[in-house]
């Protein structure tokens, strides 16, 4: 069976290279979002709520993010499942 390509994403590429994205590319980011216009207002609010995250500069989550990754991967392991989050 042949493997099919992958593309990969500025994202995916960020991770692979093992840096964060600069200034430029949220900006750009959010522009993106900003032109969403979806009909659906369950859809609307997902895009804001996008939006909002995009735009934060508290640093709550990258306080968080390696805590909730260090219990998701705990509880699956406790579940014999294979872990969930790449380190």
Same mark, same amino acid.
């Given at each position: 069976? #042949?493997?099919?390509? =992958?593309? *990969?994403?500025?994202?995916?590429? +960020? ?9 430029? @590319? ?12 979806? #009909?659906?207002?369950? =859809?609307? *609010?997902?895009?804001?709520?996008? +939006? ?9 989550? @990258? ?18 499942? *294979? ?5």
């Amino acid at each position: 069976m #042949k493997k099919r390509p =992958t593309s *990969r994403s500025p994202a995916d590429q +960020q991770k692979k290279e093992g840096r964060k994205p600069n200034d430029a @590319e949220l900006a750009g980011s959010v522009a993106t979002i900003e032109q969403v216009r979806p #009909k659906a207002a369950k =859809t609307q *609010r997902l895009v804001h709520l996008l +939006q909002t995250w995009l735009c934060d500069e508290s640093g709550y989550d @990258e306080v968080t993010w390696p805590q909730l990754k260090k219990a998701l991967d705990q509880e699956r392991t406790n579940r014999g499942a *294979r872990r969930l989050v790449d380190a």
